[in-house]
């Protein structure tokens, strides 16, 4: 505050960031949700003076199954980055780091 970049954008923060999604139930047991997530552009790193190229929004397509296997015990999948999108997710001094492709996950949960 009050310094020389007084007034800029903080680097790396960007405006926006969510995420919002939609489910349905096929069957009493199984939901199935869309997520879509979206960072708005943002500085690079390290960019105080806000001079440099910034860094493009990009948004992001997952999807989940949650599985109810008894009153104990739940399964879930989830698949994020689903389309494969190319986007970075940093830079610094214009080296640009890529963002994680589609990843899958899968997991269990056991209730004691």
Do not use: H
């Amino acid at each position: 505050d009050g310094g020389e970049y007084d007034g800029n954008t903080v680097p790396l923060a960007p405006w926006a960031n969510g995420v919002c999604s939609v489910w349905v139930e096929p069957m009493a047991k199984i939901r199935l949700i869309v997520l879509y997530s979206y960072v708005s552009e943002q500085y690079q790193g390290n960019d105080d003076a806000n001079a440099a190229r910034k860094l493009a929004a990009y948004g992001l397509v997952g999807f989940r199954c949650a599985v109810v296997l008894s009153d104990r015990a739940s399964l879930a999948i989830a698949m994020d980055n689903l389309l494969d999108e190319t986007y970075a997710s940093s830079a610094y001094a214009g080296a640009y780091y890529p963002g994680a492709g589609r990843s899958m996950r899968c997991g269990i949960t056991l209730e004691f």
